[in-house]
Structures are given as C-alpha cells and as structure tokens.
C-alpha cells in the first residue's frame, strides 16, 4: 500500500513536470512563431536563444532562426541553424536551398555546389543552379611594376673597401599579363586554368679597376739606356641591359568533400628566358728584354703586370615549378587554411607550411579579415612571414581590400602557388592595396597597387680571401594592375 502511494505521488509529479514543461514550450514556441510571422528577425534570433537556453531545440526553431539570420545577412549564423535543421531532417529542401544560398553569399561556391545535391530538380530550376560543367568566370588582368633603388651604386659602394671588383643585377622595370578562366566540372569541383607573362628588364652593372703599363721615359748613360715605366690604373663602371622573360602555366582544383571540408591542389610551371652580361678579367705579364741599372750593384729585369675586363651576353632557359596542397574547413567565425607546398627554384628544393584564419566579424562580405603564417625552408635556413588582410563593402556594389605581409618573402609562396617570389631580391615587407567595383550583373572590374620594400643582393671582390663576398642594398617597387572579370 505504501509503495503504491509513493509511485503514485511520483507518476503525479511528474504529469505536472510534463505539463508546465509542454506550457512553456508552447510559449516559447509561439513567441519565436509570431515574431516570424511579423518579419521581426531581430526579435525572431532573440526568442530563440532563450528558447535553446532554456533546452527547447527542434528543426522548426532551426528554421525560423536560420530565415531570420539569413535575411539579416548574418549568413555564418545562418549556415549554423540550417546545418542543425538538417540535422533534424536531412533531406528537407527548404534547410539546403538556404544553406546553398549561405555559402553563394560567402563566395564558398565549391561547398555550395555540395550542399545543392539535396535540392530538387524543381529547386534547382528556380535557383537557377547549373552543376554540370561549364564555363564559370574568365578575368584578364595587366600592369606595369618599376622599381627604386635607394642611392644606387656608384662605384665606391659597388666595390667595397678594396675598391676593385663589384657586380649587382638590377631590376628596373617588369610588365605583367595574366589571363584566366574558372571550370566548373560538376557542382562541388572547379577547376582554374591561367597563363601568365612576365617581362623584366634588367641592368647588370659593373665597377672594376683596369691597369695600363706605358713606357714613361728613357735615359742614356755611358754604360747604355735606363728604361722608366709607368703604371696608370682607372675606376670604372659599366651597364648592360638585358632581360628576363617568364612565362608560366597553372592549374588549381578546388574539391568540396562534404559540406564543411573543401580540398585545394594547386600546380605551377615557370618557364624562364633569359640573357645575362658575365665579366672576365684578363691579365698580362710585361717585361723588358734590356736591362737596367736597379741600385748601383745589381741589375733586374723589369716586369709588371696589366688587367683588363671584358663583358659576354649570355642567353639560358630554365624551368621552375611548385605545388600546393591544402584543405580549407569551415567553421562558425569563418574558414580554417592550412596547406604545404614543395617547389623547385634554381636547381634548389623548397618546403612551406602555411596555416591561415579568414573571417567575417558580421557574417557577410561587408567586412572580413585573414591572418596568414608561412613558414619557409630553403637550402636548411628557415624564415617565418605573417600577413593580414582586412576587407569591407566600402558603398554598394564596391569593395576595398589591403593586404600586409611581413618577413623575408625569398621563393614564397601565397595564394596556392599562385604568387611565388623566385628571385634573387628579399622583399621583406609587401602592401597590397585593391578596390573592386561590380558594374553589371555579371561584370566586375579590379584596381590594384602594390608596394614592396626589401634588399637585393651584389658582389663585391675581397681581396684578403680572393673571392666574392655578398652583400645586400635596399629597394623598393610600386606596381599599378587593373582587370577584368566576367562571371558566368
């Protein structure tokens, strides 16, 4: 009988639970409802914070959550609460329409393409969605990069303290032409294809010291003639110009494995055409068949020596490369970067790892940021470089991007083995400045200006260890580069 009562009194307890538990559902769940109804997306998000605060979460708070962040452009948010709707229901076609919509606004195309498999054919239609293969987009892009260097060298700085022998290349000019057109394979797979043209024109400078022996007098005496020798030494210096010709091949696929992961393989192939101007210095042995009175007691031969340069134009090819791989994962601030890439620059192998953080503080394209690590290894001496970038929807239709890395860049490589830096100069700091501008619908134009800061490298003859020694003088260039891009 007791026992009886007590599951009694238990089984009432609990009903009343149930029932208080079921009436505050009820509440929360008509509040978020009429706030829905009324198109209050403020108020809608509010409501169902309190409502998961409070243990209530179910698809159709999901949903009402998602709609409202969604038209509130806080699409990070929205992705949030359409991915936990599905996990409710996997295959509801209004939760992926809005969550491939999600990732259209963020430019996650590749991940979008994903999520749109579990559209219907009619979906699909209405989206206007196209997962076969086809032409994407297709950009065209030119400018021009000159170069300054700081209090260029004269022949003193060229030389050193020894004063005899210095030699530096120096860059003064490059063209740039890129030329590229975005795959769509299928729905969760593109493939970029681009062609690039750089022209450099190049001075190789030298300052060296020639030598001339000049007979100076000579002097009759009773036992015969005293020859007298002059040796005269001038400083020079001498340009040539000459010039680099890159042309290159790349190739990237972007793979989306599941709705969150997406895997980037990049390749690029550097052909190089160059001429280059080499120095050989020449010495001669003179000497004199007579002799001549040397102190009084003793006579000597005379001999000296004379060294003079001359300049050959050489002309060589040479082919580069590097590969990147890397997996890009979505996350609730923004997507996760990180990626290894192997090249192959002047006979030399070189090993990165980057790791990269992109966000968008309010959820959308109006303002987002990336900070970037690399980490470089060339020839066993490691080097780190750090960038930031910071973007923002400066007016409708038109945004601003800059860009700032940091760290010696020699044979970096950014933007998937898009960017590298194989040459010679160090850049140690770089700013990219952009500003995009969508003047169609499909149609967007890009202004671009680049400074970089850094050293190059020269020679410079040491006499005490009769080799060249390197040294390093600062630089700087200023790039202007404008596009094109259509969208298809």
Known sequence: MYKSILIAVFFSVCLMSVKAQTADFRQHDSLTLHYFEAKNWEAVLQAGNASLENGYDYYYLRIRMGIAAYQTQHFLLARKHFRRALDFYEKDPLASAYLYGTYVELNQLSLGGKASYNLSNLTLKNLNVKRGFRIASIHVDAGNQTYTHKNRLSYSGLTGNDALYGESREY???KIFDLGVTLQLNASNRLYLGIQSLDFEVTDRFAYSESTVSR?????????KAYYYAVD???QTADFRNRIQQQSFYLQLDKAISNQVNLIGAFHLISLNQTRTQAENHTTTY???AYYLYDGSDNALFSTTQNSFSFTQIAFRSKEWSSYLGVNMSSRIGVTTVGVSLSRFNQAYHFQGNASLNYYPFGNLKLYGSTAFFVVNSNSNTRAVIGQKIGFQAFRNFWVEVNYTQGNHAYLVKDNAYLI???SYQTQSRLDAAIYAKIAKN????????YQSGRHPYSIYDAENNALTEKYHDYQTNTIIGGIKWNF
């Open 421 to 423: 830096f194989n040459t």
């Open 172 to 174: 003064n000019n490059l």
């Open 443 to 450: 149609l967007m134009l890009r202004l671009g200006y680049v």
């Open 233 to 235: 030494t001038s400083q």
């Open 287 to 289: 000497t004199d068949t």
């Open 216 to 224: 100076d007098s000579v002097a009759s005496f009773d036992w015969g």
